[in-house]
């Protein structure tokens, strides 16, 4: 058997840290390097496995510190790394979809073949242990000889509705295919061999800007051997549905593949009376057999092999085994299975109606943009809202994102999109040059209050030192009404209001937040910064998500739980008017204040919930939420990652952050009124025609 196999895993975002802990978890192997054009994302995730650190593949390959890698950048990039890879005598993994054809897969499987190194397409959902016994059961002949499959992903998308839109996955119609048919083309290629496409529609198109549609949603009948397949893609707001369901002469077999369950449906010879007795406590027993197997398996492992997890186990397992013992790969994840599932996709795609697959063309520049307004955070919820009103309002702008396309394909004369890293502050200034106006909307989710002191505090102050080195006239900063101590019902919160001395036992959002305030303005006094301060409350409108997490804790699109009780009155406010605030603190002589941009009083979150069911007809089932009892799991949590994972970074929240989320202390936004002459929507019908009416919240 071979020694220890030592990975690279190329890319750092969100899909790295699942292979990196299924990594960890695989005899023989360990994260040996990971490679991010940013240093600060590589670091992050190295850092936790004791992995090096590079910012190229070519200073990676050189190192000579790994055995394999792992291609974890956008689809586009796929082909090209891994051929270098393979070429430099390296094993590769692909995460799906392993390119963007079957020609440049077959690509991959040639540059494999003659480097004499494996590559292996990241299906992980292949990996899961249901899976492996729908599949044994299957081979056993023990569903009878199967007539159809259907093979389902129904989740929903939220950046089809609310972005950000300059991802891959949104640039044509067909990269949305690409993007979640190899889960479901791998299935049926690895039960059945290899697919013929009969038919495909694309179903419930959307507008992104620019009237560029996207469908969201897919329909394919296609037919491997005597087995009939329809694959159903759904990515509108509904409830999550991602299965595969066999129908054979002896049972009906259905996988639920994000929650690792399998369940079958049989004949059984009792007469007319018990035998649907009999089916459906043979299927309750199945059912509470699966569930507890699954809760138990999460509970002794503190959640780290949660289905999803479990699933990249299975496929690191099932590639790196042969591996180490030199014998055959795994079929499900070897070459010949990524190219067979690409060529099938390449024939969906090609069998959609040409207008599916149509890409509106950009609008044509007549003229350069010559911004005096600067956006940082423009492609956000609200920073799409605040450029488009600078726009109406006769500005052009200059909006800082992290590539070159930005969501304003249809103002190309007014708005320029420049990738700018936060982290240099030269760049920022030369991109501040002229601007009148910054505002900074930025903002980053951290887990430890380094990394948040780094990338959200160090970001803020950074951002303020550049604007001053460009001689911009005002600085706007958005902050949070999170940050605020928010529970108690008779504290009424105006600007005057404080913080807490102490934000150590807030969530990290809030104490970050409030930390970047406080050095804001310390600035503002002692260097003449020009800054205003703006908290948004609860923001909604059209572009927003459905599954908002500042009202509750979402199951879903169909069920929430919501902060507290649910019946104190919310601190809601309209995108469209925090966008109307944020432009009148440009010229309003408001240096050094902050505003509480919170609409007028209206609504409950019952009061929410409840208007969508009469306006939309859609019931979302609506429970309350313990503050105590989620104190409480809290408390758990943090002493199981503190003692039991050594997490020495963890945050133990306290009862009063719990109780914040329900926002139970109300506003008061007289200051703003005053002030900058702010008028949020305060009739209560118009406030709901544009917060749910219009709001497109599920998509159809």
Not at 414 to 428: C, G, I, M, R
Not at 577 to 606: E, H
């Amino acid at each position: 058997m071979a020694n220890l196999i030592r990975v690279g895993l190329i890319g750092a975002g969100y899909i790295a840290s699942w292979h990196a802990d299924a990594l960890a978890a695989t005899d023989g192997v360990q994260v040996s390097a990971v490679c991010d054009l940013s240093e600060t994302a590589a670091r992050g995730l190295a850092e936790a496995h004791g992995a090096q650190v590079f910012t190229s593949v070519d200073a990676l390959i050189a190192a000579d510190t790994c055995d394999a890698v792992h291609v974890l950048t956008p689809p586009d990039h796929h082909e090209t790394l891994a051929v270098q890879c393979l070429e430099a005598g390296l094993h590769v993994l692909v995460e799906k979809p392993v390119a963007t054809s079957a020609k440049a897969t077959e690509a991959i499987a040639d540059a494999a073949r003659r480097s004499c190194k494996r590559f292996a397409a990241g299906h992980n959902f292949l990996g899961l242990p249901a899976y492996e016994r729908m599949k044994a059961a299957l081979y056993k002949g023990e569903y009878g000889r199967i007539s159809t499959a259907e093979i389902t992903w129904a989740l929903p998308l939220a950046p089809l509705r609310s972005g950000p839109y300059n991802l891959w996955l949104l640039r044509r119609p067909e990269n949305l295919l690409l993007e979640l048919a190899p889960h479901l083309f791998a299935f049926a290629q690895d039960l059945f061999g290899l697919l013929e496409i009969r038919f495909a529609e694309a179903l419930k198109p959307i507008a992104l800007p620019g009237q560029d549609m996207r469908p969201q949603g897919f329909r394919i009948l296609a037919r491997a051997g005597h087995v009939d397949v329809t694959f159903s893609l759904s990515m509108v707001e509904v409830i999550d549905d991602r299965s595969v369901t066999l129908r054979g002469s002896s049972a009906r077999a259905r996988l639920d593949y994000a929650n690792d369950t399998l369940s079958v449906e049989r004949d059984n010879a009792s007469d007319l009376v018990l035998n649907p007795l009999r089916r459906q406590l043979d299927l309750a027993r199945q059912h509470r057999r699966e569930g507890l197997s699954n809760a138990w398996t999460q509970l002794r492992s503190l959640n780290t092999r949660n289905p999803y997890g479990q699933s990249f186990r299975g496929m690191m397992g099932a590639v790196y085994g042969p591996i180490r013992r030199d014998t055959a790969p795994d079929p499900r994840f070897a070459a010949d299975s990524a190219v067979a599932v690409m060529t099938a996709i390449d024939a969906a795609i090609d069998a959609l109606p040409s207008a599916a697959r149509h890409v509106a063309a950009p609008a044509v520049q007549t003229r350069k943009p010559k911004p005096t307004a600067m956006v940082i955070g423009g492609t956000g919820f609200i920073g799409r809202a605040l450029t488009r009103r600078l726009v109406a309002d006769g500005r052009d702008v200059r909006v800082l994102s992290r590539g070159r396309s930005g969501p304003f394909p249809d103002l190309p004369d007014q708005v320029e999109t420049v990738p700018v890293s936060l982290h240099d502050k030269d760049a920022l200034t030369e991109a501040m040059h002229g601007m009148d106006v910054v505002f900074n909307l930025a903002k980053a989710l951290e887990t430890t209050w380094e990394d948040a002191l780094r990338n959200d505090v160090g970001v803020a102050v950074r951002i303020a030192e550049a604007s001053m080195a460009a001689g911009v006239n005002r600085l706007i900063y958005t902050g949070t009404i999170a940050s605020y101590d928010m529970s108690d019902p008779t504290r009424k919160i105006t600007e005057d209001t404080g913080f807490a001395a102490d934000m150590s036992d807030r969530n990290l959002y809030a104490r970050s937040k409030a930390e970047c305030e406080k050095r804001l303005m310390a600035m503002h006094r002692e260097m003449g910064l020009p800054v205003v301060i703006a908290r948004p409350g609860i923001v909604v409108g059209h572009g927003g998500p459905l599954q908002h997490w500042g009202i509750g804790r979402w199951h879903g699109a169909g069920a929430v739980k919501i902060w507290g009780h649910g019946r104190n009155i919310l601190p809601f406010v309209l995108n469209d008017d925090v966008a109307d605030g944020l432009v009148r603190m440009i010229d309003s002589p408001v240096t050094g204040q902050s505003y509480n941009l919170v609409g007028d009083r209206m609504l409950s979150a019952r009061n929410y919930f409840d208007a969508i069911h009469d306006r939309l007809g859609a019931r979302i089932h609506v429970s309350p939420g313990n503050l105590h009892a989620f104190y409480a799991a809290d408390v758990v949590k943090w002493g199981l990652k503190r003692y039991a994972l050594g997490r020495k970074g963890a945050i133990r929240a306290s009862l009063a952050d719990w109780k914040s989320r329900a926002h139970f202390s109300p506003f008061i936004n007289d200051r703003p009124k005053a002030d900058l002459g702010w008028a949020p929507e305060g009739n209560r019908d118009a406030f709901l025609e544009k917060a749910i009416t219009q709001a497109d919240l599920f998509g159809f």
